[in-house]
């Protein structure tokens, strides 16, 4: 909302210089978004009249003019008669009129935030001119260049441009998104309430919009007959009308002109700037149509008829959908309720007769209709804040007085007021401690009830108790708590008293899933490996080149890139995704991984939502071939990270190829295990699919791994002790050879069996782990085994011998039970 | 291979010569000798063009052949043993260095700020990804169809359930968790660490996936005052100094009164630095007391308890702290930049 502080003072007082103002509208109106100095952009221009006007000796379409600007501008060179000599290009031009003269060393107006032109005294075609004079569109009063700024008010030739103006002006633009709640503060009267109440002043509407003199239907001799038919009571709760005959419809006055322009609205024509200048007073949109060119001279409010469009102000053609709230005179639509007028019941230079409109739209209505339509116009702005249904007769009174006074005609039809149920004003009750509880202050109820009648919240103290009358504007205001608001922002959040909230001393629990994940994050990153967040979106053709069903994946209908169309179904194919990438950048080695969340479509939680799976997943990669399967790299990492996390009884299982995984489709399946821990699956090991390989352009070495992590926070286990034992321990290795097809685990789940049996025995402690495992390349139906096994006892000394004689035990067992013959 | 028709022959042996020279080489598809062969075939005399036909098809798929054999050198892999630790006649794999770890810096500021609100009595639950539109907004207090939906550029999916556009999502949940409690004497203190969206177009300062931390404090007597000290505090202790905040007057639809919150500049002193863009502050979250009908949603009776509840990005934290000049870093997935976070 860009506020012109001059505009704001016809309605208050502002003592604060501006830097001061707008620090105290930061902190108790809105955030100011920024500050523009326009006095500035107007320096060194002088109101000046044309004395003479020649033609240019040596160009038809040029004039050359003596101007008269009161001798004030020095360093000019001067006639005799002390004027200034100014070549101009204006059809317009004449003598005794008063215009604006850009004096050499001035810069124009139009181009101060640009690229900033500074007139100088030049030559134009033999011809000196001293600086030049302005058209409208030169001094940023929109964008007629087709002749000189006619000033229309007697001013004393040599008066500052900007003090004829009142252009020693700042505009303030506060962030609308503040007043998403305040209707009234689209209206420079709702702002000068608001800095009247900051600056700790009483605030007065003025009586117009108070208590206005309403237009009295009695007093007009109906001309233009006007009706009004409301189809939509229920989102058009208030809808005002009146016609006014023979207007003159032109420019309007320059003083108008300047203020629209600091708010940022082109002028159009006296009666269009009036509808936009009340507008910006009050925060109530108007419109006007032209009245000769609505059919049957009626307005209705009615939805579109089936295939019915509208071409709206500036040429846009609409289709108008269903349910829209149209405008439509007997027989087409001529307006978008709310949000636009019809271009063919503009009024332009041609309009005799004119209808005022003033109405009260709904705000979700008039929110979808800007959205549907595309149109975010100042009228949609303003209603969808909740405009009050209860101030359109002021209003459109107003504005009608404003229209007779400058543009002439006279009123033509009573005021129509076509309204439905309105609501009634509501009134607050509560009380001093309700409101100092949740500032923490210590007002009293006076001190509170002054706060809010400076800006017209009438409120009476009585004891510690207060009520406040709502008024009309204020359709935020509802509940004690808005009280609250009010009250704090009137007297100041920088002065809340700063206090930390008692707490008692119970420690606050820690969540067992952040704190797990943590743990999870050191330890991968002890291990090498990087932490890398991808989006938890992804394109279609991921999905398809690591094998998964899009069916299966959350489809995001509205996104705005390709690249997120799907929630993503889990998380290795996007850690996949960055491995040919970083390879590129000159990695050779690296881990990836990531805690996040996968969704399959279908599965809920208890609450009825979709279930989200923790997940921690790994990626390991290396641009060059490594000594054995790129498996055993990433199982490693997993083994580490188990260990690390206590997590003990971990198995690496062959997966069965008959129940295959609808999320995990990218694992290679005879070179991918099951992961379990006390028979609980808790994720997969495994190397990639040679489809998905190449489609993601992965290095050969490159293999991966994922882990429910909610399963595994149970899992894990602080370290546990074992006493240390007094007794040395023998180390004695055993090779076996056995078939390649018996597995690592067989074996070693065989080996501990027999150990556990002597260790129940003879009360040994042992520990057994693989050193070796070689196989000859002639002969791979075979591999020989090296394990180590650790034997102590935990009261005596273990002696060669009855190791040895285990040793041999359990070559034996292998042997008969498992055709593994010691080597 | 060989082909009756002398055309094909020659094509097909221009392709070879063009093939082995190609880098992509799938665009041998697209190469000029089979697009002029598919041309011919449209204009040969009718009896030639069935055998023509025939050899440029036979063409087709041994050019096809090249491109596969090229793309999936389908090699032979020796069998594994998955319940092994390490392959036959290889030695066990090595970890990584454990210099060359990193955790992503999103995550090392988390912990940290994580730590300081839990020391300050503080638990901490994570928000989902995919929520429903009761907690998005519902549940916040707004109503259907109201505007202020528009300032939240949210992802939907075709169920209707929404990608969370900030963390908020958790408040309804943590309320109805900790009333109990709360009616037992004890305050409601939770932070909620979580990945949100915007439905945005990516750029240096914008991304659709961001960090937030949602705080919500409920107690009897809680007050706005209590809301300013304790950010302030969480502030003073993240950035190891002394440091002023205001608040700027706002609008959510899930508190009232509403405030942006600002702290001095931690890194010039309010001296005027790039970071702050000279201002010598920094708006950096959003916070108010807990709207009463959003305490009354959750079954707390807002006429006994008030709150405070305020959310703030984690991204732009760490940004300013470590001096990143680009948003898109943070997802790039690339090891330049994640190296440098040990």
New interface residues.
């Given amino acids: 909302m860009k506020v012109s502080v001059n505009w704001v003072k016809q309605f208050t007082d502002i003592e604060l210089p501006i830097d001061k103002l707008v620090e105290k509208i930061?902190?108790?109106?809105?955030?100011v978004e920024e500050v523009i100095d326009i006095g500035k952009r107007y320096q060194g221009i002088i109101v000046a009249r044309v004395i003479t006007s020649d033609r240019h000796p040596n160009s038809d379409k040029l004039t050359v003019c003596k101007i008269d600007d009161g001798g004030v501008v020095k360093k000019v060179s001067r006639d005799t008669q002390g004027y200034a000599q100014v070549v101009c290009g204006a059809p317009n031009v004449e003598i005794g009129m008063l215009t604006a003269w850009i004096p050499p060393g001035v810069t124009v107006p139009s181009t101060f935030d640009k690229e900033p032109l500074v007139i100088e005294a030049k030559e134009i075609r033999g011809v000196v001119s001293h600086g030049m004079l302005a058209s409208p569109k030169e001094l940023g009063f929109g964008g007629d260049h087709s002749g000189l700024l006619a000033i229309d008010e007697d001013i004393i030739p040599g008066t500052s441009f900007t003090k004829a103006y009142k252009l020693d002006d700042h505009i303030i633009d506060i962030e609308n998104?503040?007043?998403?709640?305040?209707p009234d503060l689209f209206g420079m009267l709702g702002i000068a309430r608001e800095i009247s109440g900051i600056q700790n002043t009483a605030f007065h509407s003025p009586s117009w919009y108070l208590n206005p003199k309403l237009i009295d239907a009695q007093s007009t001799t109906a001309q233009l007959n006007l009706q009004v038919k409301n189809d939509l009571p229920r989102l058009v709760p208030r809808f005002c009308a009146l016609s006014i005959a023979n207007v003159s419809v032109g420019p309007s006055p320059v003083w108008l002109q300047s203020y629209l322009m600091r708010v940022g609205i082109r002028p159009v024509n006296n009666v269009v700037d009036l509808t936009n200048f009340v507008m910006y007073e009050t925060g109530q949109p108007l419109h006007a149509y032209d009245y000769d060119k609505l059919a049957g001279g009626s307005l209705v409010i009615r939805y579109p008829k089936e295939g019915e469009g509208l071409t709206v102000l500036g040429g846009k053609n609409l289709s108008l959908h269903k349910g829209t709230i149209i405008i439509a005179d007997a027989v087409k639509a001529v307006g978008l309720g709310g949000v636009m007028g019809g271009a063919g019941t503009e009024v332009d230079d041609d309009t005799k007769n004119i209808v005022l409109e003033c109405a009260n739209f709904d705000?979700?209505a008039v929110?979808?209709a800007a959205?549907e339509y595309g149109l975010f116009t100042d009228a949609a702005t303003r209603f969808?804040?909740n405009q009050s249904p209860l101030q359109n007769p002021a209003v459109i009174t107003k504005a009608a007085e404003d229209i007779l006074r400058l543009a002439g005609g006279n009123l033509a039809s009573p005021l129509i007021d076509d309204k439905s149920k309105l609501p009634q004003l509501q009134r607050i009750n509560t009380s001093s401690d309700f409101v100092n509880?949740?500032?923490?202050l210590k007002l009293s109820s006076a001190q509170m009830a002054a706060l809010l009648n400076n800006v017209e919240v009438e409120t009476k103290p009585s004891g510690s108790k207060f009520s406040s009358n709502v008024p009309f504007w204020r359709t935020d205001l509802a509940?004690p708590?808005?009280i609250?608001?009010e009250i704090?922002?009137l007297y100041g959040?920088?002065h809340?008293?700063?206090?930390?909230?008692p707490?008692?001393l119970?420690?606050?629990?820690?969540?067992p899933?952040?704190s797990f994940k943590?743990r999870v994050?050191?330890t991968?990153?002890?291990?090498?490996?990087?932490?890398?967040?991808?989006?938890?979106?992804v394109h279609e053709s991921l999905l398809k080149k690591v094998g998964q069903d899009p069916k299966n994946a959350?489809?995001?209908?509205?996104?705005?890139?390709p690249d997120?169309q799907y929630?993503r179904l889990s998380i290795i194919p996007s850690?996949l995704?960055?491995v040919q990438?970083?390879i590129r950048?000159g990695?050779g080695?690296?881990?990836?991984f990531e805690i996040g969340?996968e969704?399959f479509k279908g599965a809920t939680d208890r609450d009825g939502?979709?279930k989200?799976l923790d997940r921690i997943a790994v990626v390991v990669a290396s641009k060059d071939a490594?000594?054995?399967?790129p498996?055993?790299?990433a199982?490693?990492?997993c083994?580490?990270l188990l260990d690390e996390l206590g997590i003990g009884g971990v198995?690496?299982?062959?997966i069965d190829r008959q129940k295959t995984s609808k999320t995990a489709t990218y694992y290679d399946s005879?070179?991918?295990?099951l992961i379990t821990v006390n028979g609980q699956k808790i994720g997969r090991?495994?190397e990639f699919k040679?489809?998905v390989s190449?489609a993601l352009k992965l290095p050969?070495y490159c293999a991966g791994f994922a882990l429910h992590s909610n399963k595994l926070v149970n899992l894990s286990s602080p370290p546990s002790y074992q006493s240390i034992n007094r007794f040395p321990s023998l180390d004695q290795d055993l090779c076996l050879r056995s078939t390649?097809k018996l597995?690592?685990?067989?074996l070693l789940e065989f080996l501990k069996k027999q150990l556990d049996k002597a260790s129940a025995k003879h009360g040994y402690g042992f520990d057994i782990f693989?050193l070796d495992?070689?196989?000859r390349p002639k002969d791979k139906s075979y591999?020989q085994t090296t394990w180590r096994i650790r034997l102590w006892h935990p009261g005596r000394t273990l002696t060669t011998a009855e190791v040895n004689e285990l040793i041999d035990q359990l070559s034996k067992e292998a042997k008969n039970r498992l055709k593994a013959a010691r080597v | 291979m060989a082909y009756k028709n002398g055309e094909v022959q020659r094509a097909a042996k221009q392709l070879k010569t063009r093939f082995a020279k190609l880098d992509d080489k799938s665009s041998i598809r697209r190469a000029p000798e089979l697009t002029a062969l598919y041309k011919r075939l449209k204009i040969i005399p009718p009896d030639q063009r069935a055998s023509f036909g025939k050899d440029v098809n036979q063409l087709k798929a041994e050019v096809e052949g090249w491109v596969g054999a090229a793309r999936e050198p389908r090699v032979e892999l020796n069998p594994i043993d998955v319940t092994a630790p390490f392959d036959i006649n290889s030695p066990p794999p090595a970890l990584l260095p454990a210099k060359s770890g990193s955790r992503h810096p999103i995550s090392i500021e988390l912990q940290t700020v994580l730590n300081i609100y839990s020391r300050m009595g503080f638990t901490a639950v994570e928000s989902p990804e995919l929520d429903d539109d009761y907690h998005m907004f519902k549940s916040l207090n707004f109503p259907e169809g109201h505007p202020a939906r528009d300032d939240y550029d949210s992802f939907v999916t075709d169920e209707g359930y929404l990608a969370p556009a900030h963390t908020s999502t958790m408040q309804n949940r943590v309320l109805r968790a900790g009333k109990k409690e709360l009616e037992a004497g004890k305050a409601i203190r939770v932070v909620i660490p979580g990945r949100v969206f915007r439905n945005e177009d990516v750029d240096a300062t914008h991304e659709h996936t961001f960090y937030q931390l949602e705080g919500v404090y409920v107690d009897r007597g809680i007050n706005a005052g209590h809301l300013i000290a304790t950010l302030k505090t969480f502030l003073e202790e993240f950035y190891e100094q002394a440091l002023e905040v205001k608040t700027q007057p706002f609008y959510f639809p899930f508190t009232e009164p509403s405030f942006e919150f600002a702290m001095s500049c931690p890194f010039c002193r309010k001296k005027g630095c790039a970071v702050c863009k000279f201002t010598g502050w920094m708006e950096i979250l959003g916070c108010g007391m807990i709207h009463p009908n959003v305490l009354a949603e959750a079954k707390i009776d807002p006429a006994r308890y008030t709150g405070f509840a305020w959310g703030g990005g984690i991204d732009r934290l760490v940004m300013m702290k470590y001096g990143i000049e680009d948003i898109r870093h943070f997802h790039s997935g690339s090891l330049k930049f994640l190296r440098q976070f040990r």
């Fill in positions: 930061g902190a108790q109106l809105g955030a998104k503040m007043f998403t709640h305040r705000m979700n929110r979808n959205m969808t804040k509880l949740r500032l923490g509940i708590e808005d609250v608001e704090g922002r959040y920088d809340l008293p700063q206090e930390l909230p707490r008692d119970t420690p606050a629990k820690l969540d899933s952040i943590s994050r050191r991968l990153s002890s291990a090498g490996a990087n932490e890398v967040l991808t989006y938890s979106f959350y489809h995001i209908r509205n996104a705005l890139s997120l929630y850690l995704e960055k990438p970083n950048a990695f080695e690296f881990a990836l969340k969704h939502l979709p989200e490594k000594p054995g399967a498996y055993f790299a199982r490693k990492i083994d580490y198995f690496y299982e062959p005879d070179r991918t295990a090991v495994g040679q489809s190449s050969r390649t597995t690592y685990a067989a693989p495992i070689f196989q591999k």
